[in-house]
């Protein structure tokens, strides 16, 4: 993969002489997402300027892409070319903002790109306040291989989103991987897929002779670890993305499974089953060594670490019902923090370390739904007959799952929610789906 | 859930004749009739025997993998026949429906096999006889999404694998 570089034009701006405007430092141009929306923020994106042949074909391509990375985030409203008053055939134009502002667009993108002889992109865009008539924030430009358009799209709308939510990180330049699933319901065949977030650029890394479950990301999503029957049980999996070379991580005897990194990416955690009691164990990866993080007949599984390392959130049937508990990195005792009604599953700490996500069982209908990591403030984003396996966004914002319909003919699908509960939306891929796993912003 | 009780229950008086059938027209893939009166193997001593009279499989209660009665005496009669055939190994694939996460349902079929296996093994059958493996709810045997087909797909099934009459 290249690898893009990332240059801040400030100079580039500077010569440009825009000057800021003196309001727009006082009220910047934000939406809050925290709030909860009533309205999403509407923008203009005219098609960006191909400033030279070999550039015209991907000039539509990236506007799209940057247009629907932002409206696919729910937070934004586009307001289509054919209502544009302006059209922008020169990125160094100066911007006619009464014409903007007369459609009401309240942000506007301009971008061009370029491509050299070498197969080599340049795409810049700008940001402006239509009403304060002026620039947020800087000109950006990234350089990559013309094959590497889509993330520089992606790039693209990122930056777009962090200026106008104030949120740290935004979430599009990022990759999903996901099981696969073909065939009658008794007989499915799963495979290990990887894609954009936004279900492009699928690619499937095993083929369906065995069963494979629940993939993760290593931190800088060149690995996956995954649970394959491979060799005629199930057993955890390390792949490595690049050359698809896999090995499993713990050759003694006994069947492992739920496997996730640590955020430092030294540690797995995951489930050891041994004579039909299930434990959570840590295995570090470079060492070959593991170590019991908790002893008791219940089913411990499900591990996932808090962003800082320290503390491991795990569900546990100890007390009877299926309920999630949190402990420290080390094992010892844990404390539970799940006490609604129903069994709760899959807890995922969020990425911001605020929130944790889980799938609740109630009633004969499965959840998806986000707790505060002490369990109070529990919020159910989704529900239907089979919700399960939540995954966040690299930002903590968006929350992904799978959504299984019931029935002979019952079949996975990947879906997205805000973590306001808003915009869900379905994931189109191109066979059925589950067990989606988020990896960060992609280096 | 009244309503829907007595809906499943419908379901399953109605199914009944079909519900030996495999929509798919696939075998379950330990060949797993439950005596449907055909080809029942006359040799005591055959893999069929043991799948279609002695019995290959132990249901369970929702989220449960202790034994019912029913269970213990299928059970029994696995003990016997591996007692007799001493050269047969066996493999226990626990099974859960599809009413529970994966990772759970992967634990606790792994539970319901372990069971099947305990059991056997304090009936005298050797303990390295047995290996158990678990599939959660990756492998139902009964598609559709009512207690009629849940109740069979909470299962653990004895697989022989070894031995002079495989």
Request: hydrophobic share 40%.
């Amino acid at each position: 993969m290249t690898r893009i570089t990332k240059i801040l034009c400030m100079a580039w701006m500077m010569a440009l002489g825009l000057v800021l405007a003196a309001n727009a430092q006082n009220k910047p141009l934000r939406i809050e997402i925290t709030e909860g929306i009533i309205e999403p923020l509407p923008f203009a994106a005219p098609l960006f300027v191909a400033e030279n042949a070999a550039a015209q074909e991907y000039a539509a391509k990236l506007t799209q892409v940057v247009t629907a990375d932002l409206v696919g985030s729910g937070l934004f409203r586009e307001i289509p070319a054919a209502a544009h008053i302006s059209k922008v055939s020169n990125f160094n134009a100066p911007v006619q903002f009464s014409e903007w502002k007369a459609i009401n667009a309240q942000a506007l993108i301009t971008g061009a790109v370029s491509v050299t002889s070498d197969n080599r992109m340049v795409v810049k865009f700008r940001l402006f306040d239509v009403v304060a008539q002026a620039p947020l924030g800087k000109g950006l430009q990234f350089v990559a291989s013309t094959d590497s358009w889509r993330r520089m799209s992606h790039k693209v709308a990122d930056a777009v989103y962090v200026r106008l939510t104030g949120e740290p990180s935004g979430y599009f330049d990022s990759r999903v991987v996901y099981i696969a699933e073909e065939g009658p319901k008794n007989a499915r065949k799963k495979r290990l897929a990887l894609m954009d977030y936004d279900g492009a650029n699928v690619r499937y890394l095993t083929n369906s002779n065995d069963i494979v479950l629940a993939p993760r990301f290593s931190p800088n999503a060149r690995e996956i670890i995954y649970t394959s029957y491979e060799t005629g049980e199930p057993r955890v999996f390390l792949m490595n993305v690049d050359t698809l070379s896999r090995r499993v991580l713990d050759s003694e005897p006994g069947m492992t499974f739920a496997p996730r990194f640590s955020p430092d990416g030294r540690y797995v955690v995951m489930s050891l089953t041994n004579r039909g009691n299930t434990d959570i164990y840590r295995f570090d990866v470079a060492r070959g060594s593991k170590t019991r993080l908790t002893n008791s007949p219940a089913i411990e599984t499900a591990p996932s670490y808090s962003p800082d390392g320290n503390q491991i959130v795990f569900e546990s049937d100890r007390g009877g019902g299926q309920q999630l508990y949190v402990m420290s990195a080390n094992g010892g005792s844990a404390k539970r923090i799940s006490f609604g009604s129903g069994s709760y599953g899959t807890p995922v700490w969020s990425p911001r370390g605020d929130m944790i996500a889980f799938t609740k069982i109630t009633k004969g209908r499965f959840h998806i739904g986000v707790m505060r990591v002490d369990g109070s403030q529990e919020k159910l984003l989704a529900g239907s007959f089979l919700d399960e396996g939540p995954t966040w966004s690299p930002n903590g914002r968006v929350i992904m799952f799978f959504r299984e319909t019931p029935g002979a003919n019952g079949a996975p699908s990947l879906f997205s929610v805000d973590v306001t509960g808003r915009n869900l939306r379905k994931i189109n891929t191109p066979t059925f789906a589950s067990d989606p796993a988020w990896s960060r912003l992609l280096e | 859930m009244n309503f829907k009780k007595t809906g499943a229950i419908i379901a399953c008086l109605l199914a009944l004749s079909a519900c030996g059938d495999n929509p798919f027209g696939r075998q379950d893939q330990n060949g797993g009739g439950t005596g449907t009166g055909v080809n029942i193997a006359s040799n005591p001593s055959s893999v069929a025997y043991f799948q279609q009279t002695v019995g290959d499989r132990v249901l369970f209660v929702v989220n449960q993998s202790s034994l019912t009665s029913e269970g213990i005496e299928t059970l029994n009669g696995q003990a016997n026949w591996l007692l007799q055939y001493t050269e047969n190994t066996v493999t226990i694939e626990g099974h859960a429906d599809e009413q529970g996460t994966r990772e759970y349902n992967l634990a606790l079929g792994a539970r319901r096999a372990s069971a099947v296996q305990n059991y056997l093994v304090s009936r005298g059958v050797a303990d390295n006889r047995i290996k158990t493996i678990t599939f959660g709810k990756e492998r139902p045997i009964e598609i559709c999404s009512e207690e009629s087909c849940w109740s069979r797909n909470r299962r653990a099934v004895t697989v022989v694998v070894g031995g002079l009459n495989s």
